[in-house]
């Protein structure tokens, strides 16, 4: 079977950001960026799915600015067979995401489409879900267990009281939660490979897909400050502290 | 204008995340209808009927509407969106699972864990595990939103008198199945509803030591949690995870014990009202957010705390 596995490129996960004093967004100028954690687990589920002789072809896709072939070289080196960039300088949303990646899995008839379940920038955890839907394909977000039978996928997901397992037909959508499994580094002469991998580039008007959107940001503020707090000297001063002086016990 | 609140149950009992909902579709503004679709779910329609605030309880009992599978719910809710202006759902993992594949059945984007209403059209979220709170409008004609429980303070479970109505003529997609579930079975309260949670980090060492939680957290009444580190090294389960992949929690009281503080932890406790910190280690940033923090082993303190309560 082919695999479709998805990439995004985001600030990377230890960078605290700052917020723009305009209010007009967060600083991204001269920031680390990197491939989303999630993705990694992605690229990781769909290359292991290949080690076991599942899948026959790993295609990785990222959809973005033209600086995203980092990251889309990263997914190379790690074990995926090509690559494509949809390449867009705009803040897109979620949902003109998923149309992208939708004449995407037109075009490649994938069986199965691995993503993360969100990304830690826009933290949205919503793309995969609207892929499926646009698709009509069913959905296992939130993997921790990827089972393939032949028509069916078993999934065991991550839910709020333990876990749940559903059984979906294919082609089908899954997304990874942090237990998936443990991605793999990529070794210097997988990178050295990565760079003949075939990488192609196409745009949202090549795809006939038009990315408007029904949401607008209006602005970006830093949190609410949490004002300083007390080191205390004593588990008995501790205590005393939280009964009579925030009476929270 | 009327709202339609998806609410969260397990088909005997309504969650707690529905009542938050709610609260957040009040300051919307508008009539308040809560759909409950599942199976055998009449008691929790009953319950609805009765939260403060809402007008009318949509019931869509069907067996495909049993796990709550988005194959099934989604075409069942856009269908009834049609009618509305607002579909809320809480961002529990099923709100999260399934509003999107309605949103895009829709045509349109969704708002995800909103924090706050501004005004019917415009919601502050938070985006980067927290670090910034971004204020967004939506031009949609039905807009999709998830709301984080925790931004909301709960309207009554009791006092309401809706009348209840059955809906929905969809049947199963033949899509997904459910196979099976293993739920964590605990005494304690649930992390997200408890007034006070008390987490572990890796500093617990293993999962014999959470003991040393459970014993406090029992004389306090309090839920336990855990940080990633302690979950991915198995001392338990990933249903207690705090942060930005795990729960978001904001009791009036966290305790956080042998945890560092990583960005990806405070993005899921950092709008409690008071936090306290145990850790050896006086530079771990848990510091800069404590209200109360307390440079000490936690073998020693801990168990000194629970004497002391």
């Known amino acids: ?249 | 204008m009327a709202i339609l609140v998806i609410a969260e149950h397990n088909n005997s009992a309504l969650a707690a995340a529905t009542l938050n909902t709610v609260a957040a579709a009040l300051q919307i503004g508008g009539d308040v209808h809560v759909l409950v679709a599942g199976a055998g779910c009449g008691a929790v329609a009953e319950a609805a009927a009765k939260v403060a605030g809402v007008a009318k309880v949509l019931v869509a009992d069907n067996t495909a509407f049993a796990h709550q599978l988005p194959e099934n719910l989604a075409p069942l809710i856009v269908e009834l969106a049609r009618g509305y202006s607002h579909v809320l759902a809480p961002a529990t993992t099923n709100g999260k699972n399934y509003l999107p594949r309605v949103a895009a059945l829709i045509d349109v984007e969704q708002i995800s864990e909103i924090i706050k209403v501004v005004s019917a059209d415009t919601f502050q979220r938070p985006i980067y595990a927290g670090n910034a709170i971004a204020t967004v409008q939506s031009s949609a004609a039905v807009k999709v939103i998830t709301v984080r429980a925790t931004g909301f303070d709960p309207v009554a479970g009791e006092g309401g008198s809706a009348a209840i109505e059955s809906v929905g003529t969809v049947s199963d997609a033949g899509l997904s199945a459910f196979v099976g579930e293993e739920i964590a079975k605990s005494e304690r309260p649930e992390l997200t509803g408890a007034k006070i949670v008390v987490s572990g980090g890796r500093g617990m060492q293993n999962g014999d030591n959470f003991q040393l939680l459970y014993g406090v957290a029992d004389k306090l009444g309090a839920a336990v949690g855990a940080s990633r580190a302690a979950v991915d090294a198995g001392f338990v389960p990933n249903d207690m995870q705090v942060g930005q992949t795990g729960k978001i929690v904001a009791p009036q009281l966290y305790v956080a014990v042998g945890i560092s503080g990583a960005i990806q932890h405070l993005a899921g406790m950092k709008d409690s009202k008071v936090i306290v910190a145990i850790n050896k280690d006086e530079e771990a940033p848990i510091f800069q957010v404590a209200d109360y923090g307390l440079v000490a082993d936690l073998f020693e303190a801990v168990p000194e705390l629970e004497r002391a309560l």
Do not use: H, W
């Open chain 1, 1 to 249: 079977m082919k695999i479709l596995v998805t990439v995004k490129r985001v600030v990377d996960y230890n960078v605290k950001v700052r917020v723009k004093a305009d209010g007009s967004g967060v600083d991204l100028a001269n920031v680390k960026m990197a491939m989303n954690p999630f993705c990694e687990i992605a690229v990781e589920e769909a290359v292991r799915l290949k080690e076991r002789g599942i899948a026959s072809e790993v295609v990785v896709v990222s959809v973005g600015p033209n600086a995203a072939q980092e990251q889309l070289r990263t997914a190379l080196a790690l074990g995926a067979d090509r690559a494509v960039l949809v390449e867009s300088t705009a803040e897109l949303g979620s949902l003109a995401i998923a149309k992208l990646l939708k004449a995407v899995v037109d075009r490649e008839q994938p069986q199965l489409v691995i993503l993360g379940k969100q990304a830690i920038d826009s933290d949205n955890n919503q793309t995969g879900q609207m892929l499926a839907a646009l698709s009509g394909f069913a959905q296992g977000t939130f993997a921790s267990r990827v089972e393939i039978a032949g028509e069916q996928a078993r999934v065991t997901r991550e839910i709020d009281g333990g876990l749940q397992t559903v059984s979906l037909n294919l082609p089908a959508i899954v997304t990874t939660d942090l237990r998936l499994n443990e991605p793999r580094y990529a070794s210097l002469p997988n990178i050295m490979k990565a760079k003949k991998k075939p990488l192609d580039v196409l745009t949202p008007e090549a795809l006939g897909v038009s990315t408007a959107s029904t949401v607008k940001v209006l602005k970006v503020e830093a949190p609410a400050a949490r004002k300083a707090g007390i080191k205390v000297g004593s588990v008995a001063e501790l205590v005393d502290k939280l009964k009579n002086e925030a009476k929270v016990i």
